[in-house]
């Protein structure tokens, strides 16, 4: 093989190395782009600009496909080259990712892991199927029709709003979750079948055993504080509006339809610092990637060389 062949080979495993590490890491796509800019506007060099801008959204793509539609491989053609990505269940919201480029007769992989956590789609979080069964046999059902007032009193279990219910809660402390007939059933209500919750004097809801990481499960429910309302929820709140103009903190997150109005002293500890795991009784239906985590690559004593000796050629 000749100086120049040795030059050119060397030169591609450069870029294949590269172009699989643009795929991964942002940083390594900067030094990419800085060194195809430093190289001759040649058709092969705009050829593999090309190909490093459609890897630079490829993997994103390949995750959503990946997530969005619960298949466990895509692909990603560029050209004669592609890009093939598998996935594998590796437990709790854990995925085994591996990705291999190919092109020109070579193929280079890479692997790793991709933790997950739920978010919101454009619907608000329901209860999952084994949710919904688990507050049908509970024991603990307290079921609220008509118009009913609770006051002055400690709760246990889960408050439950038939359809056009009206509960007004004053100075309750509730270990459990209020549950609505929507939520329960799953299925479309009407305005006539909504439900409304009023606030007046102190609220504390602690979840409980029955439905853990859930306060306020109402999609339909309008929930309104009288001004009056000092809360501590420690639960998710699922509902149609929340509107608190009086004091304390929503230790979790909160998911309405409407625009959410709490008043100044309304506080949200951690809210928006971190994506937070959303309770598993909850079906959100999205996902999203809270970190990918791949092993460092050992490249074997052939391309340590071929990245050595390999010189761009001079620019004119």
């Known amino acids: 093989m000749s100086a120049r062949d040795r030059r050119s080979s060397a030169g591609f495993v450069l870029m294949s190395v590269l172009l699989l590490a643009v795929l991964i890491v942002s940083l390594t796509m900067g030094h990419a782009r800085h060194a195809l800019v430093a190289a001759d506007a040649t058709h092969a060099t705009l050829r593999a600009q090309a190909a490093e801008h459609a890897a630079d959204s490829g993997f994103a793509w ?44 070579f193929s280079q992989q890479i692997s790793g892991v991709v933790e997950t956590y739920r978010t919101l789609t454009d619907e608000l979080p329901g209860l999952t199927t084994s949710a919904r069964r688990d507050v049908n046999v509970s024991p603990l059902v307290i079921d609220v029709t008509g118009s009913k007032t609770y006051a002055n ?12 219910a009206t509960l007004t809660l004053r100075n309750v402390i509730l270990t ?57 929820i420690h639960g998710v709140i699922v509902a149609r509006n929340l509107t608190l103009p009086g004091r304390g903190a929503l230790h979790a997150q909160v998911a309405v339809t409407e625009p959410l109005a709490l008043g100044a ?52």
């Open 62 to 105: 390949a995750k959503q496909s990946l997530f969005s539609t619960g298949a466990s491989t895509a692909r990603l053609s560029l050209g004669d080259d592609s890009i093939d990505v598998s996935l594998t269940d590796s437990g709790t919201n854990l995925h085994s990712v591996l990705v291999t480029a190919s092109g020109h007769g």
């Open 153 to 164: 009193t400690e709760l246990t279990g889960i408050l439950y709003l038939h359809y056009g």
């Open 176 to 232: 459990g979750c209020i549950v609505s007939q929507p939520a329960l059933s799953g299925a479309a209500w009407t305005p006539a079948q909504r439900t409304s919750i009023s606030i007046d004097g102190g609220l504390l809801i602690e979840p409980g055993p029955t439905l853990p990481g859930c306060s306020l499960i109402a999609p339909d429910a309008a929930v309104t504080g009288t001004g009056n309302d000092r809360v501590q």
């Open 265 to 316: 002293l309304i506080d949200q500890p951690m809210s928006g610092r971190a994506p937070r795991t959303w309770p598993d009784e909850l079906d959100t239906g999205g996902s999203g990637v809270r970190r990918v985590a791949f092993p460092s690559a050992t490249s074997s004593d052939e391309e340590q060389q071929a990245i050595q000796d390999f010189t761009f050629p001079a620019r004119h």
